[in-house]
Every structure is written in structure tokens, then in C-alpha cells.
Nanobody, 122 residues
Framework: QVQLVESGGGYVQPGGSLRLSCVAS????????MGWFRQAPGKEREFVVA????????AYAPFVKGRFAIFRDGAKNTVYLQMNSLSPEDTAVYYC???????????????WGQGTRVTVSS
């Protein structure tokens, strides 16, 4: 089992930045890739970014447009999502996920965190 705990969400004004964290615990050696997803009110969960553990293969959703970056701290078993130039359209609950493949489909991820809420508003 792998447990994932997100943090770092909150309120931010348009144009601002947030850094989300996802700490993994448990049998962390059993997964290979990490992903971030988000779910806005009334919408389906959507892919944000996925990255293999090597960091050599990372895929971002088109709407990211260079504003977000995923990076890892292996020593802390933590994955971060740095989000810049936030807009109200980025308001959502953000989830990290762990699984064997770095893909955009939520179904390939075995483990999910509880989510952290991000609200972008003036």
C-alpha cells in the first residue's frame, strides 16, 4: 500500500503562484510514476501532469502552457507541483496519484491522495 498526502492548496489571486506537495509513504518502491489531476466543481477529473520516477519523461496537459512544473525530492518521497500565472479557471481540487505508468488516464493510477483545494479569485 502507498499513502499519498497532498498539501499546499489555498486561496490565491489571479496571476499568483502556489506550490503543491504530495508526500508518499508506505511501500513507495512499488510505484514508478506520479501524476497530478484536478477536479473543478461540476466537472470531471482531468489530467494535469504525469512524470516517471526518472524525470526523463514528463507530460503536461495542453492547458498548462508552461505555467506548471512537476518535480520530485526522492529523499523526502515528495512530489511537487509548482503552479504559476494562475487564473480562475485553475480553481479545483488537486489530487496526486501514483501508479506504474505516466499516463493521462486516471485509471492507470493505483493510489490517490485526498486532494487539496486551490481557489484562484480576486
Amino acid at each position: 500500500q502507498v499513502q499519498l498526502v497532498e498539501s499546499g492548496g489555498g486561496y490565491v489571486q489571479p496571476g499568483g503562484s502556489l506550490r503543491l506537495s504530495c508526500v508518499a509513504s508506505g511501500h513507495t518502491g512499488s510505484f514508478y510514476s506520479m501524476g497530478w489531476f484536478r477536479q473543478a466543481p461540476g466537472k470531471e477529473r482531468e489530467f494535469v501532469v504525469a512524470s516517471r520516477s526518472t524525470g526523463l519523461s514528463t507530460a503536461y496537459a495542453p492547458f498548462v502552457k508552461g505555467r506548471f512544473a512537476i518535480f520530485r525530492d526522492g529523499a523526502k518521497n515528495t512530489v511537487y507541483l509548482q503552479m504559476n500565472s494562475l487564473s480562475p479557471e485553475d480553481t479545483a481540487v488537486y489530487y496526486c496519484a501514483a501508479g506504474p505508468l505516466a499516463l493521462a488516464s486516471p485509471s492507470v493510477y493505483q493510489y490517490w491522495g485526498q486532494g487539496t483545494r486551490v481557489t484562484v479569485s480576486s
